[in-house]
């Protein structure tokens, strides 16, 4: 769905959840083949027995795509994806873990030369099953402003 | 290939660059597949024709994951990743672009609790086949360090 | 996202449109090692040089399978799918063809024996980018009535 | 194999059985990604838990689409797909049920307007390992006649 | 299909093709996935203009697997495949190029310790769209003899 | 990485080890579906059940493929793959268990004609978790002399 929303309409502090995705072998054999990443953390079954863990995890990279993907519900014209801070690998996500995504909209912010324009950020922090924290990150948008002369 | 590096092994400012690597419309395809993404930036050549661009970007995310994979050569027993700070997409990257990673050793710090441990950031710039950067982040990763006592 | 939507809440001659979508030569192949079917039609180029059409189609049941995944935009708790009526092939696929697909609320029914449930069918047609029809076919929901006394 | 069936050829009431087939994770996995459904009935094992099934279900399109592929043996120069009628999904298809499809030549009849054409139905019955039907539809062919005159 | 051929039934100097099969970058890209070669001579389109043959070609091992897929044609549940020899890459195969697959019944032996038992080895030539033969190897086939005493 | 590996350089009898690796179910529909063999030994777990293994096995072609690719570290511009010699399946690889190939520089040996170049054998050993062998073949390199002359 196509919604243009300005910065003025992003509302501090509100918040989203997504649905929840189980994270399977599958998703992480085709990361491991989009990524060119085969280490044994992710591929090798019995090398991982020998870990503190146990068992293959997922690619850091694969459980941040997928949190950004299931929150992608909303195609906004007036914005645009400036990029990512802070991701923090908080605790593995093992084959098998079902994760969802809390969004927040934790801050707006001018931005220093244009002045229709204007940096909304929102926090993601992604749930495995045991409502524990696996990853957090905060997305960094570029927003257009509505009333260009009011700031 | 598994070798220990430790904190103090990593050398300021040293250089690595990778192979290159084509970014594919199956690349895209499958990574909106893996990701659940399949706004029309990515999918939909005709829509994208009327976009200042004219043709199909790749996901942000997925720009992201092949280069982190493409740095990914060698297993540090005494290192894990801690997070990335300030992914920023400068410039889209259209299908058929050819990007490398340049990894430059960029900062290490003493970690603030464990004095056996230290940060090290690896600064990655992902250049495309005209020399231009279409994405920088840092990695952040936590190593331990040789000898504890003269730290 | 998830919304209950009764069998009176669906109004008869509504419609709706859902994003473009282009198809690729990666959803053939991939399609075709999902389902196993490796005809000429979808994957020799040169076998296609000597059909009236001149090029590789998309399989009949991956048009079919897209089209439907792109009208999934809602899950609704009190209805489910329950079958799809006279799939037609209207026009052949080719790599590169962008379809939409317009969703009309074609019919409701009782249904002849649970008093508290009916049948509703849209109509899908996907249309490519010259707005040529491709494929039809009728979706069969079976829903749940409100106020199952009035009915 | 490629062999000319005419529409003389098909005999009605003629049986065959496909080869079986175990629908894996896997199998939805790259489906959904393929059609971009990741609605929890098939992605979100948790979720499932909760259902009066209690697991991941295949897509209703997954099922058709294999099943389909499972019965392309034979390429006939003189028919081409014309359609499927009423698919109806019967059960639920769980990860790890083996399916195998018995096609029945159901019935044949003139084109209305075509006189060296003949439509051709195929009865597509779907069993899981258990004997069950899970998914039935019709597939219409368009088949050429042999000898014009005699129709 | 699956039916019986014995030793004794396979003719020695008898000849099959398959049908054709497009070697897509859909496929270089999956393979790549699979097997973890992500070399430049398949993966970097910048890079292989740098080389004699200035365009991304098939891993070997990609040619070779279609190959024997094509040939895979029929279940014969008294012989089994127990390996190849001599896997020749005769010419690069590039995106775009289509193959098809001679299969020549080229040898019979007996086995040296099993008298009911014997080795058949078919030649699969592997043919471009120039008929350019582009890879070669010897399928070796151990069966079961129909007669034992015979032999 | 690139490096420059002349035929003198490689030291007959030298041995090196891969890292090891899981194959999973995904990977088994993976490559049925890249290469089209969809017999009921790799996807049909119902009739693997009859079998003697009991379950189903991994495709030849896929352990191939991956213990092929398992090796490839290094590129080497003064080398290229000349083929594959006695590829032979000893044992049947299962879902889960996990393979890692041990290199041997087996042979080496002048090229008949090219005064300049020579053949380089490696023996590759690939074993399960249990260290049993499971397929064996060998890789045929055609490597350019260092010093021609001396030859």
């Known amino acids: 769905m196509e919604k243009a929303i300005y ?17 399977t072998e599958t998703d992480i054999v085709i990361h491991a083949g989009q990524v060119g ?3 044994p953390h992710h591929m090798d079954a019995e ?8 068992q293959r995890i997922a690619h850091g990279t694969l459980t ?3 949190a950004v993907g299931m929150t992608a519900n909303l195609i906004n ?15 593995p996500v093992a084959i098998g ?3 969802h995504v809390k969004v927040t909209l934790a801050e707006k912010r001018d931005h220093p030369k244009k002045t229709d324009m204007g940096f909304v ?9 045991r409502d524990e924290i ?3 990150t905060s997305h960094v948008m570029l927003c257009q402003k509505k009333n260009k002369k009011e700031q």
């Open 7 to 23: 910065y003025e309409d992003y509302e501090l502090g509100s918040v989203r959840e997504t649905m929840g995705r189980t994270i």
């Open 37 to 39: 990443d085969f280490f």
């Open 47 to 54: 090398w991982c027995k020998t870990t503190p863990f146990g």
């Open 64 to 66: 941040f795509s997928i």
């Open 77 to 91: 014209p007036v914005a645009f994806s400036y990029g990512y801070d802070k991701i923090r690998f908080i605790k």
């Open 97 to 99: 873990d079902t994760i």
């Open 121 to 129: 950020i929102e926090k993601l922090e992604v749930f495995n099953q």
């Open 134 to 136: 696996v990853l957090v």
